[in-house]
């Protein structure tokens, strides 16, 4: 079913010019890969594949966030600049669908952090205003780079880390993953040679042995995982059934993951739950403060804006900021972004370039408008 252009439209792309957003055209059909690398595990079912006629995979566009960052670096443009976009993506929704209209700003280059997060913020809101005057919203924000540090003066090893980093966002994965943490788990039984393999941590001769196996056993490497992803996931199973968390540090982390306040008391919250865990946040806690107080120079009403410790996005590239908005009442998200300073070099710049950006669901915003009407 295709979409009709949102009414507002131009209203929107008249404050994209006002915040000095410079308008950007990407393709529709997109290389396949970045997605699949970097994208989370969610976007990933969701996504239309097909392939070109020398069987390179591609895809219609399903965000714009990875599109706009490739279309940056091969035009080689300096930063820090700003894009704005509005136009379709191409994903299957559980409501129902698979065609809708997406508006956004990706900022790229800025190196006042704290000042670019804040804009992002109270851009999408001032995008959602622009559609919906009068609208009440409420703002959610979680920082995937706080659960890292906590994370991290835990104590635990860098595999419990990686796996916890990106179950966030994920409330099912997340309990998933703290249970294991808990209990570990059983590996399943394996034939000598792969045992050994994996207790030495032999990845490639792993993985070949796998392939083989596969081979012999007539299964298509193509259907499923990859022997390589195969290989990986089992001496992870490995070396993560070697920890078990102790019963205090597991306390402090479902009780930091309990937080939930206005943004006002998030910088408080976060320091006595520091405190009375005996954990040092270093310089993400002073990131996130100073972030907060520039939400506050915005123009933003802090009553509506609520700091969440467990909410995240699930989309593997976010590194900070995550935050979404919803009107006040309704259940579903019309806008969410954040912070992806590691994306830009994953997809091949040259050096690291800060990004944080947001996209607007305009189908939903649409919807909402017609039944306020």
Known sequence: MTHRYPTFAPDILALFAARDAQPVDVAIIQPADPFLDMAGEDLRRRIFLTENE??????????????VCLDH????????????????????????????????????????IAAADARSVADACAVLRTALPGQQFAVTLGDQSIFEAVLAALGLPRGWQMRLARAFGSPEALSGALADLANPPVVAALDDVAAALVMEGDMAALAAHIGEA?????????????????????????????????DTALDALKRFLEIRVPLTQANDALEAFAADAGLSLGGALQRFSARAERIAENGLSMDIVHYDAAFGRPLDYYTGLVFEVMAQGETQVLAGGGRYDRLLTLLGAAKPIPGVGFSVWLDRVAALQERAQ
């Open 73 to 112: 670096i091969e035009s080689r443009s300096g930063t820090p600049r700003r894009y704005g976009y509005l136009g379709e993506v191409f994903r299957q929704r559980r409501e129902g669908g698979n065609e809708f209209f997406q508006a956004g700003i990706e900022d790229l280059g800025e190196t006042d």
């Open 54 to 67: 020398t069987g390179a995979a591609l895809c219609l566009r399903p965000e714009f966030t990875i599109p």
């Open 214 to 246: 596969m081979e012999a056993s007539g299964l298509s490497q193509a259907a499923g995982r990859s022997p390589e992803e195969i290989a990986r996931r089992l001496i992870q199973k490995s070396e993560l059934r070697s920890v078990r968390l102790a």
